[in-house]
Nanobody, 116 residues
Framework: QVQLVESGGGLVQTGGSLRLSCAAS????????MGWYRQAPGKQRELVAG???????NYADSVKGRFTISRDNAKNTVYLQMNSLKPEDTAVYYC??????????WGQGTQVTVSS
């Protein structure tokens, strides 16, 4: 059974930092592209950051220079370090594991709220 369990969300003031973690089980973690997505109320889910099995990363323009995605294959965990948080970063953040179209998995989400 595949499980992606996010943690690290919470309430933070503008300019603060949070570190999200996503622990994976039931998959061969090291071969999956991992991603963090977010969905704000009334908006579509969007890609925040991704990291391939080889460690190549990509970021949404809105978070470049503020967020950093990383992975630890020994711990089957992907991280999202979020600095200089803004109120517009408020959303539910979801972890995603992607291998092929039929092997794409989601976590349950963790709430991030940035107060102004």
């Amino acid at each position: 059974q595949v499980q992606l369990v996010e943690s690290g969300g919470g309430l933070v003031q503008t300019g603060g930092s949070l570190r999200l973690s996503c622990a994976a089980s039931g998959i061969t973690f090291s071969i999956h592209t991992m991603g963090w997505y977010r969905q704000a109320p009334g908006k579509q889910r969007e890609l925040v950051a991704g990291i391939t099995s080889r460690g190549a990363t990509n970021y949404a323009d809105s978070v470049k220079g503020r967020f950093t995605i990383s992975r630890d294959n020994a711990k089957n965990t992907v991280y999202l370090q979020m600095n200089s948080l803004k109120p517009e970063d408020t959303a539910v953040y979801y972890c995603n594991a992607d291998l092929i179209a039929t092997k794409n998995y989601w976590g349950q989400g963790t709430q991030v709220t940035v107060s102004s």
